[in-house]
């Protein structure tokens, strides 16, 4: 077999999958169909491994065969299949183009095991003691996801407004402008910084980033030491002409040593197609044989006292955070505003959907009227950069079920249509003193106008006005009432979040009397 | 038309609208029919299907032919307010903008655009109303009401609370301006029809509701008079309104309204509801400002049973 196809297998499927992820994240139009989620994000390997946790189902099986895959053959999923490992090979790539004299630029380097051991720790923790905000951080999906939602697709709608600003003067409308509703400064500041190290790190040093922060590449590296089929080199036939080691993008190629770090290896192939002697193979080493030859990796599996009390202090400080993990409430004392925050339909409860959220953003993405946010401090910090619903930015709709149809972990679980219409994400609460009707003593019911159960209504007030009335048991939480209420700075009409969801009454409805004049009332 | 014709019915129309002014407030004195040319000041189809009352009404006033002329760019404003589906009349009948459409190409109109400022996500509304595919299969044009980047300011000289609004640039720019509104119930206003389906081509409703929302409805219909107003009370959503909860709300009343007085259209459609025009404060407001007559028994009505 020409192993050079390899490669070029790789830059084809690569490619594809990361425009395919790249669609999800950055589409305005909302004309994506809930399968093609499904199926690009099927192979995420935290969203997948979240979703077998949530609900021990067919559909959390991609992580058991990234795993597979990768004792058999190595880090598969870091080139194939990992948004952001892909985006990085994007920045090499330009970063070749424009660097021409140092095409082959990469050297080797040792591995800086303690800061990536660290770090798989802290993860690990992190994931046993669901602290997500920490996993959310880390993952690679979500940290692409972030970028994506948070800086590319803004960007793409600007330059969409743009160009629907020109259209506009003609008198075309079959493009149009798109509002886009500012995320946390902070949320964004953090999307940034990523992007920034991201690709700073893959513009100078390859993929040196997935070799020493993220946890998932440590992870499946650390696999791959037990793979079946390894990249080696043939020592009789290597003329040590360096070829391999400096495309090598992990900088896992030792040509003074003659040997492969497999455990760095993204599996990119690479050093296949450059090879002029055909002297690096991939084939079976058994893994037995590569512990007795003193691999460079022996050193690495135990971790030594300095990281195992590392380890034992991040315990200590993620049961520290953990405790604190409780919905902060505001300490100002302000009539109308909610104190629980209100997660999203079919997140079942506040701590459910942050066990789960990886904050990943596509929710927030995909949500069609942007009641979707990034949360700041709504769930507290182990929440931060989740999903969290934001009635000042938009409302559910009523009829949609969009966030849940897209949510690649379970976090936000789908329900049937009429099922979800039933669920409480939060209590209607409204406060008299700020209302237009009590204040200025004139009509106004925009929140009744907008409540799709009557939960909120209109009834007979003094001097021939209406004002509104709530009941509760049939409001589902969807904060249609909140957008409406034209009051500042305060609503008269708010929001509290269900910190356990509950399921709403159904609107009670009776037959009417027909009874149609047969003339004309005039 | 010869020179002499011309110059006669130059002057006998000079000497009409002087006339008219000079009386002011002529709504409430004469029917508008003596001045618009008219056969009649309201037409009120009963018992047919929207296509077919649209039809009938507009024979009776003399063809569409009276409104857009050749050449000429219209848009239509029905009620696309909510992400629900035909039959639940939170939106007006897509059957009956479809005709309306159809009757604007027939009269040569050069392009005729269809829009809202929706309540619940704008695309979810268009799709779910009907109204989309019932425009485009027409021939007409969607167009967008979601974004302020679609919105001029506009200043309403004869308002009393609401002295400028922001005004989607499609009414701005077209030359017909077709008011085509739903009847229904309103939990606030208590009912909706062709003055209040005017907030649906402004930007800021907020500040309409925090000024006494009778008053501002009232004050933006002298802004601009649409052209014409067909209301749509073929399925009626009799309570629970603007959006209602389900189809229980719904009362099949089969009755259509066309008007050039906003005032006149929702006073009949009021009557047609239930209720008496005095009991929807913006009516006799907008009455008492002489933007129409609201005492039907002055005008010239034309009913028709299918």
Known sequence: ?522 | MKRRDFIRKSLSAGLITGTALSFGGYGKIFANSVFSGLPYDLVAVKDGEPDKMLDKALQALGGIQNFVKKGQTVVVKPNIGWDVTPERAANTNPLLIKRIVEHCYTAGAKEVYVFDNTCDNWSSCYKNSGIERATKDAGGKIAPGHSESYYQQVSVSKGKNLKDAKVHELILNSDVFINAPVLKSHGSAKLTITMKNLMGIVWDRRYWHRNDLNQCIADFSTYRKPDLNIVDAYNVMTRNGPRGVSKADVLKMQYLIVSTDMVAADAAAAKIFGMEPEDVKYIQIANEMGIGQMDLSKLNIGRIKV
């Open chain 1, 1 to 522: 077999m020409n192993l050079s196809l390899l490669k070029r297998t790789r830059v084809v499927f690569s490619s594809f999958l990361l425009i395919s992820v790249l669609i999800l994240f950055v589409d305005f139009t909302n004309i994506i169909p809930e399968r093609y989620y499904d199926a690009v994000l099927f192979f995420q390997f935290i969203p997948s491994l979240l979703t077998f946790k949530n609900f021990i189902a067919l559909s959390g099986i991609g992580f058991i065969i990234i795993i597979l895959l990768n004792l058999l053959f190595g880090r598969v999923y870091c080139s194939f299949l990992c948004p952001l490992g892909i985006f990085m090979d994007v920045i090499s790539y330009f970063s070749k183009k424009i660097k021409k004299i140092k095409r082959y630029k990469y050297l080797y380097q040792k591995p800086f095991n303690w800061i990536r051991y660290s770090f798989l720790g802290i993860f690990i923790m992190a994931f046993l003691l669901e602290l997500t905000f920490i996993v959310s951080l880390l993952d690679p999906y979500s940290i692409f996801g972030r970028v994506s939602s948070g800086v590319f697709r803004p960007i793409l709608i600007k330059g969409n407004n743009f160009i629907v600003s020109v259209f506009q003067n003609f008198g075309a409308y079959s493009i149009f402008h798109v509002d886009l509703k500012p995320a946390p400064m902070l949320v964004l500041f953090v999307s940034l910084f990523f992007l920034i190290l991201i690709v700073t790190l893959a513009f100078t040093k390859g993929r040196l980033y997935c070799n020493t922060v993220c946890p998932v590449g440590t992870f499946l590296g650390f696999l791959s030491r037990i793979s079946v089929f390894k990249i080696s080199i043939k020592k009789d036939t290597c003329t040590s002409c360096k070829l391999c080691e400096r495309v090598c993008k992990a900088s896992c190629i030792s040509i003074p040593d003659q040997k492969v770090d497999f455990d760095r290896c993204i599996n990119c192939y690479n050093c296949l197609t450059v090879c002029p002697e055909a002297s690096i193979e991939y084939k079976y080493i058994s893994a037995m044989n590569s512990f007795k030859k003193g691999n460079s990796l022996k050193n690495d599996v135990n971790p030594n006292r300095r990281q195992f009390l590392g380890i034992l202090a991040l315990i200590f400080i993620s049961k520290k955070l953990r405790s604190q993990r409780k919905v902060v409430q505001n300490t100002a004392i302000i009539p109308a505003e909610r104190t629980v925050p209100i997660s999203p339909p079919g997140s079942l409860s506040i701590d459910d959907f942050n066990d789960s959220c990886t904050a990943c953003h596509l929710c927030i993405s995909a949500c069609p009227t942007q009641v979707l946010q990034p949360a700041f401090t709504d769930y507290g910090l182990i929440g931060f950069m989740k999903a969290v619903m934001d009635n000042h930015a938009g409302f559910c709709n009523y009829e949609c079920v969009k966030c849940a149809e897209v949510c690649p972990t379970g976090a936000i679980q789908l329900f049937d249509l009429e099922d979800k219409k039933r669920i409480q994400m939060g209590k209607v609460k409204f406060e008299k003193g700020n209302c237009i009707v009590e204040t200025e003593g004139t009509d106004c019911g925009a929140c009744a106008e907008h409540c799709p159960t009557k939960a909120v209504r209109m009834v007979p007030y003094k001097n021939n006005l209406v004002i509104p009335e709530v009941d509760d048991k049939i409001c589902v939480g969807c904060g249609a009432c909140e957008y409406a209420c034209p009051t500042t700075p305060y609503r008269a009409i708010y929001v509290q979040g269900n910190a356990v969801h509950l399921t709403a009454d159904k609107p009670k409805q009776t037959e009417q009397q027909k009874e149609i004049e047969e003339d004309f009332p005039f």
